[in-house]
């Protein structure tokens, strides 16, 4: 570590990279907080910046209220369930979870573990299938008019078809998985493992020639060409796709849940609407931003993913 | 129906982690109440209430067993078990509330509708407000060729028979349904186009114009009077006098499944719509604290408050008292009479959703089919055994025979006697009779 004073050019990368988004944040901040202002719908003013930042610690103080009604919750359990052995010792009794309202941070730890879980189904499904049309023309002929017809799909129109399905054929008396768990997972699934599966086809589809001669000279088995050249020279038009397709499954999460009312944020947003009180709209502003955070954040993570597992390490991730 | 009083205690819960569904509106109190103080808990029942999106949504849920019950719309039960809309055998032995219920019109609308109204010594309006004040305003639109739209919340919910009441009542066609020609909009020769609105987006479509009026439960009308957009004009309590609004319903699949656990469910609701009418509605203020909660209701305090502390404000500054606005309990408000479930059958046969004629006997047929006095006599008296109420606070299960006593409270004065519907029937100017068919 040297002692230098900062070379003229490090100061202008450091402020290029500090200064520039916080201006721009303060900037929409500001026309924000103007046009908020401006804008009385019947439930009151829009929610600028500081209706959010209230709302915000608000709901955290919501959580932590809910939190201490659950202590309360258990405590009377304990005491009714000590009641009833001392009554009868050989009972069988059970602590219960809370039955209370899921609170705004327990709404978003729903969300991700949906989307997360959804993300990884149609990851399990799309990368296989794409690895194989990739490398057999064939079937990329055959099943190309399918994948051409169902990429396009609104969530929203897979839905009902869903939710019928699922209450149908998921029938058990001590299910695994909630009902609406499943439905909000599947439709994830169906949405997006369209970008993942073309990506990597794509990506398989165009390995260099000189690759492929390397395989054929060396008479690799199927397998091997597929783990030893196949994958490895796909992976940054696989990451592509499955970077797409984790942005099209945490969209199509909130919108599932708004619809079909299932745990989420989409359902908390929806909820918010319904209660049309003068904190609502500040609410759903809160989660609008929480939602917005979280998209960014999971890109990221994919990102990171992405140059960790990449064998180009000079590629410009962006 | 007698039950001799050293009846065997009610035995365990067959299921204990419950789920109910509701509807955001004031009305579904019972539930939370049952909840907050505890009254599932002192049955041995681990319940979760859940708001649902809308009563379409809520009704599929309770049939495909999502929810455990819900808080429906009377004619939510009656409607599925004869097959209007999605067909289930759904039962209630629990009538959760009485009114509740008002109409609202835009501004504009009531601006027009003004001169036509009598007005009393200190220039107030006179109440109740008749349609025949609207019929005017109505003509115009039809002279001009334009529609005089209204909304209401479900194709069987109570709004929806109230707001064709009153219309009819003031010369105001609402329309008929012909599901047997696949027409179920409502629409048929109707001077106004009811259709169908979720409850919460009332005062935003209103303002929007798409609706000049609408008919809804609390808080809406209200809210529209707080945020300036419309003039609520009549609460229903004008129109029907302590009419039946909404009940708890389950699947009878899930009730012959788990008897024990729903006699213990009504127990608690009865304990909590007797809690919030206690000392003259003395409890109100504090449940309109947890109504206002995110978790039930959700609107502001006041817009709440106003309704269910016993005032309703009509126009702005128009405040007056209806202090059985919301009643719980009082007058027998959670016995679920056949006569209730008749009437509503009734005006499914009026307005064509029932699209042929059927003898008086079927209406009680559906009646006993899908109301269960019996369920209700046997929590009540567990609850009178327990010493938690007092036998005065219910109807007489030895003599009571599910037919209220003819009501005369209606805003066009017609009685209703529930023994003879079809006699009913024909007392009406405008709505199917005997053997029409549209």
């Not at chain 1, 990329?140 to 399905?165: D, E, G, H, R």
Request: glycine share 8%; with cysteine.
């Amino acid at each position: 570590m040297s002692l230098r004073a900062p070379s003229a050019d490090s100061v202008t990368r450091i402020a290029r990279a500090l200064l520039l988004p916080l201006l721009g944040l303060l900037v929409f901040v500001f026309a924000w907080h103007i046009a908020a202002r401006n804008i009385d719908t019947s439930l009151g003013k829009f929610p600028g910046p500081t209706q959010v930042y209230e709302q915000s610690f608000g709901l955290i103080a919501d959580h932590q209220r809910e939190r201490g009604r659950e202590a309360a919750f258990m405590e009377r359990q304990e005491k009714r369930n000590a009641a009833t052995l001392a009554k009868d010792p050989g009972a069988e009794v059970r602590l219960r979870n809370y039955t209370g309202k899921p609170t705004f941070v327990d709404q978003i730890g729903t969300s991700l573990v949906t989307v997360l879980a959804g993300f990884a189904l149609a990851s399990l499904i799309a990368i296989p299938l794409g690895i194989l049309i990739g490398l057999n023309g064939t079937l990329y002929a055959a099943l190309n008019p399918l994948i051409q017809l169902f990429k396009p799909v609104s969530p929203l129109a897979w839905l009902p078809l869903v939710t019928m399905v699922v209450s149908a054929l998921y029938v058990s008396d001590d299910p695994m998985f909630a009902k609406s768990f499943v439905t909000s997972l599947i439709t994830v699934s169906l949405c997006s493992l369209w970008p993942t599966l073309i990506n990597t086809a794509v990506g398989v589809s165009s390995i260099s020639q000189d690759l492929k001669n390397v395989s054929k000279v060396l008479r690799l088995p199927f397998m091997t060409h597929v783990l030893k050249i196949a994958i490895p020279a796909s992976i940054p038009a696989m990451f592509t796709g499955l970077r797409l397709s984790l942005g099209i499954a945490w969209m199509v999460l909130i919108a599932a849940e708004m619809l079909a009312q299932n745990p989420g944020l989409g359902k908390f947003v929806w909820d918010e609407f319904q209660n049309g009180s003068s904190d609502s709209l500040g609410r759903i502003m809160v989660a609008v931003l929480v939602i917005g955070i979280i998209g960014f954040m999971l890109d990221r993570a994919m990102q990171l993913l992405q140059s960790r597992i990449s064998w180009d390490k000079n590629a410009v991730v962006r | 129906m007698t039950l001799s009083l050293a009846q065997a205690a009610i035995g365990p819960p067959e299921k204990e982690d419950l789920k109910f569904g509701f509807i955001k509106l004031t009305d579904m109190a019972p539930l939370a109440i049952a909840y907050e103080k505890g009254y599932f808990e002192d049955e041995g029942l681990f319940v979760q209430v859940e708001a649902q999106a809308n009563w379409k949504v809520l009704l599929d849920r309770v049939i495909d067993g999502q929810l455990d019950g819900a808080h429906m719309l009377a004619g939510q039960p009656l409607g599925a078990t004869i097959g209007y809309g999605t067909q289930a055998h759904i039962i209630t032995a629990f009538s959760m509330d009485l009114n509740g219920n008002g109409i609202t019109v835009s501004n504009d609308i009531w601006e027009r509708m003004k001169p036509h109204i009598p007005k009393d010594a200190d220039g107030r309006p006179v109440h109740p407000i008749k349609a025949d004040y609207l019929k005017p305003v109505v003509d115009e639109f039809k002279a001009q060729g334009k529609p005089f739209n209204m909304g209401m919340v479900f194709p069987v919910s109570t709004h929806n028979y109230e707001l064709r009441y009153w219309l009819a009542a003031g010369g105001i066609h609402p329309g008929f349904y012909a599901p047997h020609k696949g027409d179920i909009s409502g629409q048929l020769s109707a001077d106004a186009l009811l259709s169908v609105t979720p409850p919460p987006q009332m005062p935003a479509t209103l303002e929007a114009g798409t609706i000049h009026g609408y008919c809804v439960g609390e808080p809406w009308n209200q809210q529209a009077v707080f945020k300036g957009i419309g003039v609520p004009i009549i609460t229903d309590y004008e129109i029907w006098k302590d009419n039946p609004e909404k009940v708890f319903g389950v699947s009878k699949a899930w009730a012959d499944a788990n008897p024990n656990t729903h006699l213990r469910v009504v127990k608690a609701m009865i304990r909590a719509a007797k809690w919030l009418d206690a000392n003259d509605n003395g409890n109100r203020p504090e449940a309109v604290e947890i109504l206002s909660r995110p978790e039930y209701v959700g609107a502001d305090y006041e817009v709440i408050a106003n309704s269910m502390t016993g005032t309703f404000e009509y126009e702005k500054g128009d405040i007056r008292e209806v202090p059985d606005f919301n009643v719980f309990f009082r007058h027998n408000a959670t016995y679920p009479y056949y006569s209730d479930a008749i009437w509503y059958l009734t005006q499914m046969r009026r307005w064509g959703q029932i699209e042929d004629a059927k003898p008086d006997s079927w209406f009680m047929d559906i009646a006993k089919k899908v109301y269960r006095p019996d369920i209700y006599a046997q929590a009540a008296q567990s609850l009178i055994e327990e010493g938690k109420m007092e036998a005065s606070e219910f109807p007489d299960f030895g003599t009571e025979d599910g037919y209220r006593a003819p009501q005369t409270h209606f805003i066009d004065g017609i009685t209703y006697d529930g023994h003879s519907p079809n006699d009913y029937l024909k007392k009406f100017g405008i709505g199917l009779k005997g053997d029409d068919k549209i």
